[in-house]
């Protein structure tokens, strides 16, 4: 079932939406539901996220630490554009991460090159 750009689909919360403050609500609420999912290994998929704000960061603090507080693992699918803020924050000292394919709009946005081979054509 999708809601606002979070999708829940058996073990994995697929994102596409920014991770801003307009989403904090819709993430916080998807979060949940992902929490109480019955399997040992919960995913939440960023492969389709162009922004992540710094409050989710913390987000996915509390929910790796609740899911493990019940002896399951949380797994990040990550593409590696986000890998280095990830690193940065140390994340993969605390929660399994994945690298997947970038699928965001941003992604797209950084293979068009949108005419800019022809800037002096005119």
Known sequence: MEHNGF????????????LDLDAEEDFKAAAEKLS????????????????VGSSFFGQMFVLNYKIKKSNRTLVLRTPK?????MEL????????IEEVEDQSPVADAGNDTGGTDNAGDS
């Open 36 to 51: 109480v999912v019955e399997a040992d290994k919960l995913y939440l998929d960023l492969s389709r996220v162009g922004f």
């Open 81 to 85: 554009r986000l890998m280095s803020i």
């Open 7 to 18: 999708e829940l689909v058996d073990n994995v919360l697929k994102i596409s939406v920014d």
């Open 89 to 96: 924050l140390g994340l993969p000292q605390l929660v399994e």
